[in-house]
C-alpha cells in the first residue's frame, strides 16, 4: 500500500517541537542498566555516568522504565508515589542531575507512567480501602461480593487468577488487572483525572521531554461490571485464564478518548512535549487507531505487533504499512522489535548460530522503517534473550507459568559493559538477575575494540538514518518482490526515494539490484552475486 506522504517528509526547517517525528528512542531499564553504588541493582546516578554512551549512538531520546517510589512486586509498575524516586534508584536530586546531563549531550528524556493503577500501599489505596465514605473511597474500583460471596464477574487478571481481591475493611472486592498488589483506579472519577494531570504537570515542570504511558487500554473499565464473553477454543495451548475471554468489558472503554485530548491539552502548553501509548491486547490496532487520532490525541502509540510475532517476514511488515496510512487522521506510528515485556527479537526469530548476522539485517530494517524506532538496551550489542535459572526468577509471570514461558526476565538482565570484569561490569556484587555467560563477549568494551561489531554498524545505522530525512518521516510503499522471504520497500516519494531490501530468511534468495539504483548501505551483502545473501540488507538511491 502506498502512503502518499510527500508534505511529511523532515525538511531542514521542520519546527523543534517535532523533534519526536521520525526520533531514534533509545530505552533503558534503569534495574539493569548501570549500578553506582555496588547494591546489585541499576540507579540513577549509573545512568548518568553512562549517557556519553548513550549519545553516541547517535539516538535522538531515552525512555526511562519506571523509577519511582515502590515495593517493586512489579518491579516499578505497582507505584507507591508517582512524584518520588525509590530509594534503590536515588533521589529527585539524581533524576534533576540525569536530565541535565541528558540535555547537555542534546538527548530528550521520557519517563514512564502507568495510570491505569497503583500499588496497594499507595496513600491514596490506603484511604479508600479503609471505608466506603472517606474522600477518597471511590478512587479505586469496588464492587460487592454476589450473593454467594463470589467475585462480582468473570473478569480475569493478566498475571492469573480472577480480576478481583476481597478486603475486608470494606467488605468488598477491589478490582485488579494485574497482580492483587495493583489495585486498580477509577479513571471515570473525575478527581482522579485531576489528581493524574497534576503528576504529568509535575513532571513536565521538571523538565522532561516526553512521557510514555504504560497500558493505556486499562485506564478504564465498564462500570456495570458485565461478564466478558469466552472465546472460541481453537486448540492452541492457553498458559492463562486471561487467554480465554474477550476483554471487551475490563479494558478500553469509550471515554478513555476524551482523557487523553486532556492529556495532550496539557501536554501542548509545553514546547516540544511528546506522549506515547503502550497499548496491547486483541483489538489494538483499533485503540492505537483511535487513541492517536488526529488533531488532538496522543502523538504516537505502539503495540505488541513485533514484539510477540513468532517469525519475521514480509507478510507481517506489510501489515504494518497498511496499519498506520498517512490520511491527515492516523497518527504516527511507533515501532520496536524488542522490549522489557518480550524475549529479545534475535532469540524469537533467529538460530544461535545466525544471532549476529539477523542482529545486524534487522537493526538496518527497524531504522529504515516509516515511524518512531525504539531501540531496547542491549539491543545494539545484538544480545540474545539471556538464560536465568528457576531459582534466580524475579517475575511474577514468569513464576507462574514456568515452564511454559520464557517470562520477562531474560530480557532484563544487566547491560555487560566490560567483558573481562566480575559481572560484566555492571555492578561489583552479584546483581538482581544473573548476567549471561554468552553475554561478556558482547560487552561494550570487546565491541568497541572490534570495528565489525554490531554496536559500530548499529551507530552508522542510526546516523544514516538521521542524515537522510525521508527515512524518518518519508513515506513508505511496500515492493512486490514474488520471492519468499525477501522484503522490498521504497521510502519517500517523487525524487527522493531510498530502496531498501532485506532477506529475512537463513539462506541465500535471488536477487539482483535494478537498474538505475546506487547502493548507500548494506549489511551481510558482500559477495552476492544474482543473489541476496542470508540476512542481507542493502538500501539504494537513485543514480
Known sequence: MELDAQSEERSQDQPASEWWKGAVIYQIYPRSFFDSNNDGIGDLPGITARLEYVASLGVDAIWLSPFFTSPMRDFGYDVADYRGVDPI????????????????LGLKVLIDQVYSHTSEVHAWFQQSRSSRSNEKADWYVWADAKPDGSPPNNWQSVFGG???????????????????????????????????????RFWLDRGVDGIRLDAVN????????????????????RTRPFDFQHHYFNQSHPDIPAFLERMRVL???????????????????????????????LHSAYGFLYLYAESLDPALVGSAVDLWPSDGVTGWPSWTFSNHDAPRAVSRWAAEGDRESFANMALLLLVAMRGNVFIYQGEELGLPQAMVPFDRLQDPEAIANWPQTLGRDGARTPMPWTRRACHG?????????????????????????????????????????????????????????????????????????IFCVFNLTCEPVSWDMPAGWKVIEQVNAAGGDGCLPAYAGVLAQRI
Request: hydrophobic share 40%; charged share 30%.
Open 267 to 297: 501536554a501542548d502548553s509545553y514546547e516540544g512535549r511528546f506522549l506515547v501509548a503502550e497499548v496491547g491486547g486483541e483489538r489494538a490496532q483499533e485503540e492505537m487507531e483511535l487513541y492517536t487520532r488526529r488533531p488532538g490525541r
Open 425 to 497: 561490569g555492571f555492578s561489583e556484587v552479584e546483581p538482581w538477575l544473573p548476567v549471561d555467560a554468552r553475554h561478556f563477549d558482547l560487552a561494550v568494551d570487546a565491541q568497541e575494540a572490534d570495528a565489525g561489531a554490531t554496536l559500530h554498524l548499529a551507530r552508522r545505522f542510526v546516523r544514516l538514518r538521521e542524515r537522510h530525512s525521508v527515512l524518518r518521516t518519508g513515506a513508505m510503499r511496500m515492493v512486490e518482490t514474488g520471492v519468499d522471504g525477501l522484503l522490498a520497500f521504497e521510502r519517500g516519494s517523487g525524487d527522493r526515494v
Open 89 to 104: 534508584f536515588g533521589t529527585l536530586d539524581d533524576f534533576d542531575v540525569l536530565l541535565e546531563r541528558a540535555h547537555a
Open 218 to 237: 486499562f485506564m478504564m473499565h465498564d462500570p456495570a461490571l458485565h461478564d466478558n464473553p469466552p472465546i472460541k477454543n481453537t486448540g492452541t495451548r
Open 162 to 200: 480472577p480480576s478481583w481481591t476481597w478486603d475486608a475493611r470494606r467488605g468488598q472486592y477491589y478490582m485488579h488487572n494485574f497482580l492483587p498488589e495493583q489495585p486498580d483506579l477509577n479513571v471515570h472519577n473525575p478527581a482522579v483525572q485531576e489528581e493524574l494531570l497534576d503528576t504529568m
